[in-house]
């Protein structure tokens, strides 16, 4: 088992930056992928990024390339999300969770998950 935490969310201006956190517990998480999905209300849960066990492998959605970061310190069994750049659809519920060996973008994919942390960009 992996539990996962979220942190970081809030309520910030558009323009505005936020650093989202991922913890780990349980099994060695530098075996696991960690990706992080975003919910906004009535809509499905939608891929964000992804970040391979090692850290050298990244993919982004296309709304959010060139604004968010992802990268993770497995000394710290800890992944991050960068957000710079905010806009008003950013806002959502964002989730992390992770998967034994290689990335995708799939969120059925993934056995783990957080419980959520809420971004709401303000215009």
């Known amino acids: 088992q992996v539990q996962l935490v979220e942190s970081g969310g809030g309520l910030v201006q558009a323009g505005g930056s936020l650093r989202l956190s991922c913890a780990a517990s349980g099994r060695t998480f530098s075996n696991y992928a960690v990706g992080w999905f975003r919910q906004a209300p009535g809509k499905e849960r939608d891929f964000v990024s992804v970040?391979?066990?090692?850290?050298?492998?990244?993919d982004y959605a296309d709304s959010v390339k060139g604004r968010f970061t992802i990268s993770r310190d497995n000394a710290k069994n800890t992944v991050y999300l960068q957000m710079n750049s905010l806009k008003p659809e950013d806002t959502a519920v964002y989730y992390c969770?992770?998967?034994?060996?290689?990335?995708?973008?799939?969120?059925?994919?993934?056995?783990?998950w957080g419980q959520g942390t809420q971004v709401t960009v303000s215009s």
């Open positions: 970040i391979s066990w090692s850290g050298s492998g990244t």
């Open positions: 969770a992770a998967r034994r060996g290689y990335r995708d973008y799939e969120a059925v994919s993934y056995n783990y």
